[in-house]
């Protein structure tokens, strides 16, 4: 059983352009959440979605982040017109349940640069 | 909101020493879990130890264990037997245990084990 992929595990961006970054969760999860992590610090909660749905995006910045978990693909955080301050490792994390004592898997990250 | 908060920015112990990582977290929940991850310089988020609140037995997991204390809100990682594999970023956690899963971060600990 595979576990949380993402990709790709590094990304260069020019300040201005798009950046795409995917997350396939655990066989059998529907429970997706996005984390970013700055340098030097702890993870922060950005978004948890199921399959077509939003859950909780309290997390997320009001301008230029989304989020989408469609019902047939990987989900997506898109960050448009990226700055240097969007520097930073995501990482991805599924759980087959949004409660009980189930435990998120993580993926092992996606590191965005921004020059 | 929930806070987590790890005072040891740095800690390091001797191989084959024992050493503790202290946390405390703030919250009005009665029902949580509680988690420490170890983030090695690979950068993946592996989960050590995890702690329901309404069990007041400590977990343990072989050479990790907790020292958990609902009413003071404290939650310690006692690493036995310290590995050089120890070597990494020690993160608290904290999950309320109902709909919205996402986990709250501490801001870490950098624990380096000594030959």
């Known amino acids: 059983n595979a576990g949380v992929m993402q990709n790709p595990r590094h990304l260069v961006r020019r300040r201005g352009q798009e950046a795409r970054l995917r997350c396939s969760p655990m066989?059998?999860?529907?429970?997706v959440y996005w984390y970013r992590q700055l340098p030097e610090e702890g993870l922060k909660f950005m978004v948890y979605?199921?399959?077509?749905?939003?859950?909780?995006e309290s997390g997320m910045p009001k301008e230029r982040f989304s989020a989408e978990f469609p019902k047939e693909g990987p989900s997506i955080l898109r960050i448009q017109q990226v700055v240097r301050g969007d520097s930073a490792a995501y990482f991805c994390?599924?759980?087959?349940?949004?409660?009980?004592?189930?435990?998120?898997?993580f993926g092992p990250g996606t590191r965005l640069t921004v020059t | 909101a929930q806070t987590v908060t790890q005072s040891q920015p740095e800690m390091s112990v001797q191989e084959a020493e024992t050493v503790t990582l202290s946390c405390t977290y703030d919250t009005s929940e009665n029902n949580y879990y509680l988690f420490w991850y170890k983030q090695p310089p690979s950068r993946q988020m592996i989960l050590v130890i995890r702690q329901e609140a309404y069990k007041q037995q400590n977990a343990t997991e072989n050479r990790f264990s907790v020292n958990f204390q609902k009413a003071a809100k404290s939650f310690s990682l006692k690493i036995s037997d310290s590995q050089l594999g120890d070597t990494a970023m020690y993160f608290c956690a904290f999950r309320r245990d109902n709909a919205g899963n996402m986990l709250t971060f501490g801001g870490g600990t950098r624990l380096m084990v000594k030959p």
């Open positions: 994390a599924s759980s087959p349940s949004g409660q009980g004592p189930y435990e998120q898997y």
């Open positions: 979605l199921q399959k077509e749905n939003i859950i909780d």
């Open positions: 066989k059998g999860h529907s429970h």
